[in-house]
């Protein structure tokens, strides 16, 4: 396991008053992810929310004939369990564990009360509502107008941001299921990086070589979500 102090890894958690994280840290349970756990189901009741530390978490759509797309991803920067605030309790997605590693977790129905009281808690909690609202209709505006490549570049940069790692342990399976392409087009977009050194694509393992060059291969939608979450939740403590 691992201190309390790394609480302060999370984002979101980061951004309170002192007083109020201070209130919340007798609720907040470390808890180590693995690789491929399920956090909920869809419509499964939720009765305790993640706040990632160092792992990434995958929100992923699932068709009746068991095909799946990702349609938002939530790392350090955030929290899982938002339908618990906002009143509903209950998702249709799956959230699951795609990158494995630690994680604050609470009660909700503590997170629940917490908001109800209005503080900074609350405004924090909305505003990343909003960029998670942005990142998943981006996301489905990006796979019907962007190329695979630019689309791939876009995906690895938010895996990048999520757990601040070069070295990414992502499959082609989990690749092609994430982004709902087949494996070949994946292939071709890794191999495309790679031979322009942004990537080292080896079984099993992502490499980001060149950061600035990968953004520059991305699609237009990296952007425009990471500065919507830049803009709603950096200064949401002075705002």
């Known amino acids: 396991m691992f201190d309390l102090p790394q609480i302060s890894i999370n984002k979101l958690l980061m951004a309170l ?8 840290i007798p609720y907040l349970k470390p ?19 993640y706040f990632p530390l160092g792992a990434m978490i995958s929100l992923v759509s699932i068709m009746k ?33 795609q990158i494995e590693g630690n994680a604050m977790k609470m009660d909700a129905s503590v997170l629940r009360e917490e908001f109800l009281k209005g503080q900074q808690l609350q405004k924090n909690l909305l505003l990343y509502t909003q960029a998670r609202l942005t990142q998943i209709s981006q996301i489905a505006a990006c796979k019907s107008h962007h190329l695979i490549e630019a689309r791939f570049a876009r995906w690895l940069l938010s895996i990048h941001d999520c757990v601040q790692k070069s070295e990414l342990p992502l499959t082609q ?31 099993g393992q992502i490499t980001v070589l060149k950061r600035k060059e990968l953004e520059q291969a991305a ?14 939740l950096d200064n949401s403590v002075n705002s």
């Open 173 to 203: 399976k989990f690749i092609s299921e994430m982004l709902g392409v087949r494996r070949a087009s994946v292939t071709e977009a890794a191999i495309a990086l790679q031979k322009a050194e942004l990537i080292k694509y080896s079984r």
């Open 17 to 24: 008053p002192p007083g109020e994280y201070q209130r919340l």
């Open 31 to 49: 808890i180590d992810l693995a690789l491929g756990q399920v956090i909920y189901e869809p419509q499964q009741v939720i009765k305790e929310v």
């Open 65 to 97: 004939n068991g095909s799946t797309t990702e349609i938002g991803l939530v790392g350090n920067e955030g929290m899982i369990g938002i339908p618990v605030f906002l009143g509903g309790n209950i998702t249709t997605n799956r959230a699951i564990v």
């Open 219 to 232: 699609c237009e939608c990296y952007g425009l979500i990471k500065n919507e979450f830049t803009r709603l």
